[in-house]
């Protein structure tokens, strides 16, 4: 059903300041209860891709993000809507303290202090890093900063999340216990990942992106053994 649709995306594209394309005509679309994998190799375009989703950056094309189309006057309720988690959780923590980093989001929106603290609490204690709060964020190990990024992405109560690159600088067991969290929280998901263990574990489907164009989409391990995604190293 239609009103199931939370990103529709027809004939997205993107050039660079130098005029060099970055996307060139994609489709794609995410229903609610969905995890998605974005498959493709290095400057495929996929983190071009989720980055326009919520206006980070502009392109050609439309998109729809929970029925608003992406643009200028839309931006703000669209940016509640899409939660982003980058690939490097430095670029996410910079507060003096774990707590103050995830209630960051909400005090910009001018939420009372005391409001903003308290669920900033909440959605530590629900990603497992309540224990956390008052320590500066340089003090964490990899695991914990990636589940403190999601702690302040998740404090605005987004209804899509994306994650780009989420395993990077994460060991196994670490992997582990992103997985089984990410599985619990119950926003509809899309992940950039070159790692088809971490997509099979949590998406439904998979979209392969190659030189700013979708050449493929299905079934995870479908699309894994169509383009041979399996023999890739995960980074």
Same mark, same amino acid.
């Given at each position: 059903? #239609?009103?199931?649709?939370?990103?529709?995306?027809?004939?997205?594209?993107?050039?660079?300041?130098? =005029?060099?394309?970055?996307? !060139?005509?994609?489709?794609?679309?995410?229903? &609610?209860? !969905?995890?998605?994998?974005?498959?493709?190799?290095?400057?495929?375009?996929?983190?071009?891709?989720?980055?326009?989703?919520?206006?980070?950056?502009?392109?050609?094309? /439309?998109?729809?993000?929970?029925?608003?189309?992406?643009?200028?006057?839309?931006?703000?309720?669209?940016? &509640?809507?899409?939660?982003?988690?980058?690939?490097?959780?430095? !670029?996410?923590?910079?507060?003096?303290?774990?707590?103050?980093?995830?209630?960051? @989001?909400?005090?910009?929106?001018?939420?009372?202090?005391? *409001?903003?603290?308290?669920?900033?609490? =909440?959605?530590?204690?629900?990603? @497992?890093?309540?224990?956390?709060?008052?320590?500066?964020?340089?003090?964490?190990?990899?695991?914990?900063?990636?589940?403190?990024?999601?702690? @302040?992405?998740?404090?605005?109560?987004? /209804?899509?999340?994306?994650?780009?690159?989420?395993?990077?600088?994460?060991?196994?067991? @670490?992997?582990?216990?992103?997985?089984?969290?990410?599985?619990?929280?119950?926003?509809?998901?899309?992940?950039?990942?070159?790692?088809?263990?971490?997509?099979?574990?949590?998406?439904?489907?998979?979209?392969?992106?190659?030189?700013? *164009?979708?050449?493929?989409?299905?079934?995870?391990?479908?699309?894994?053994?169509?383009?041979?995604?399996?023999?890739?190293?995960? #980074?």
């Amino acid at each position: 059903m #239609r009103d199931q649709l939370l990103v529709e995306a027809r004939g997205v594209r993107y050039r660079y300041e130098d =005029g060099t394309p970055a996307l !060139e005509g994609v489709d794609f679309e995410l229903r &609610r209860n !969905e995890t998605v994998a974005l498959f493709g190799p290095n400057g495929s375009g996929k983190t071009t891709f989720v980055l326009l989703l919520n206006g980070l950056l502009t392109g050609e094309g /439309e998109i729809r993000v929970c029925g608003l189309r992406v643009e200028r006057k839309n931006l703000p309720v669209i940016r &509640r809507k899409v939660g982003v988690v980058f690939q490097d959780p430095e !670029e996410q923590l910079f507060m003096p303290t774990v707590l103050e980093d995830v209630a960051f @989001g909400l005090l910009s929106q001018g939420i009372e202090r005391e *409001r903003a603290l308290k669920a900033a609490t =909440g959605a530590l204690e629900k990603v @497992g890093m309540k224990h956390n709060s008052n320590r500066a964020p340089y003090h964490l190990s990899a695991g914990e900063k990636r589940r403190a990024t999601l702690a @302040g992405v998740l404090v605005m109560k987004p /209804e899509i999340l994306i994650l780009d690159e989420p395993t990077t600088f994460l060991d196994p067991p @670490g992997q582990r216990d992103l997985i089984h969290l990410l599985e619990e929280l119950p926003q509809s998901k899309i992940v950039v990942t070159h790692d088809t263990c971490f997509a099979r574990a949590l998406a439904q489907r998979a979209v392969f992106f190659e030189k700013g *164009r979708v050449t493929g989409a299905g079934a995870v391990e479908d699309i894994a053994r169509r383009f041979d995604w399996d023999s890739r190293p995960a #980074r």
